[in-house]
């Protein structure tokens, strides 16, 4: 088991890039937290988390975290939205820079912490430089050290449990449609025109409002196919509005101009 020598309570593993387990153990341990760094793979941090009775578990590497805590992963989408509340209601951000993928219901809890929620592209370079060229970069939201120290703070705080127990449990489904990247523009502007203007958003492809969620359509990275994500608080309807839409893609796919 992880023996926690810290004077706070709270046992930490880090995985993944050793630097970064470096920099965050200079911090962290002084104020009392006992880290240790884990050898293990991506995949196997739930189970090490659990065997050692660790309180968090981190794998930082390649800009992305993943994250165990309160017995639970943790998905990127839950600490960003988190993260994010916990610097509104800080009163550190009046504006914040948030991917454009996130559920609205994240959105709007961000936002009722009195932060203003503009949206960027969900890839994360270009999020990156939205928020920096909008004065609005918070190092938490890039950083995974300074990500790691947030949540560590908040963890101590207790203020992490209190966010991600407000965070509704959306259920996300996602398919693709093989297109030209010829056809990629004429699709996306032919979805746009056949739904309400009030309903969309055009920050990072074509994301539309529906009675119970949302969907969003976005070419792939290559622009070989239309990924088509879905979300809601029910896996079936994530399900079917993927469905429901990719058929919609197709039908238009199949309209070429003459």
């Not at 794998?59 to 600490?79: C, D, F, M, N, P």
């Not at 009163?91 to 503009?118: C, F, N, Q």
């Not at 928020?131 to 990500?147: I, K, Q, T, V």
């Not at 056949?194 to 949302?214: M, P, T």
Request: proline residues 3%; contains cysteine; glycine residues 8%.
């Amino acid at each position: 088991h992880l023996a926690k020598s810290g004077n706070n309570g709270i046992g930490i593993l880090i995985g993944g890039n050793p630097d970064i387990y470096d920099s965050v153990a200079r911090v962290l341990l002084p104020c009392g937290y006992t880290v240790r760094y884990y050898s293990g793979s991506r995949e196997k941090l739930y189970e090490a988390v659990t065997r050692e009775k660790a309180d968090m578990g981190f794998y930082a590497e390649g800009g992305k975290i993943e994250t165990v805590a309160l017995g639970r992963r943790i998905s990127q989408e839950q600490i960003t939205t988190a993260l994010a509340m916990a610097a509104a209601e800080e009163k550190r951000a009046a504006k914040v820079i948030m991917p454009s993928h996130l559920p609205g219901e994240y959105l709007r809890l961000i936002s009722d912490k009195g932060a203003e929620v503009s949206l960027a592209s969900s890839n994360r370079g270009r999020w990156a430089r939205a928020a920096l060229e909008s004065g609005e970069y918070l190092p938490e939201l890039f950083e995974p050290e300074a990500s790691i120290i947030r949540l560590a703070e908040m963890m101590l705080s207790g203020k992490l449990k209190k966010y991600l127990d407000r965070l509704p449990n959306i259920q996300q489904a996602e398919t693709t449609v093989k297109c030209s990247w010829k056809d990629v523009g004429r699709m996306l502007r032919t979805l746009v025109d056949a739904e309400r203007l009030e309903d969309i958003e055009l920050v990072d492809g074509v994301k539309v409002k529906v009675d119970k969620g949302w969907i969003l359509v976005k070419p792939n990275a290559a622009i070989t196919a239309c990924r088509v994500i879905a979300g809601s608080m029910d896996a079936e309807y994530s399900k079917e509005l993927t469905d429901i839409y990719s058929e919609k893609l197709r039908r238009i796919a199949q309209e070429k101009k003459e």
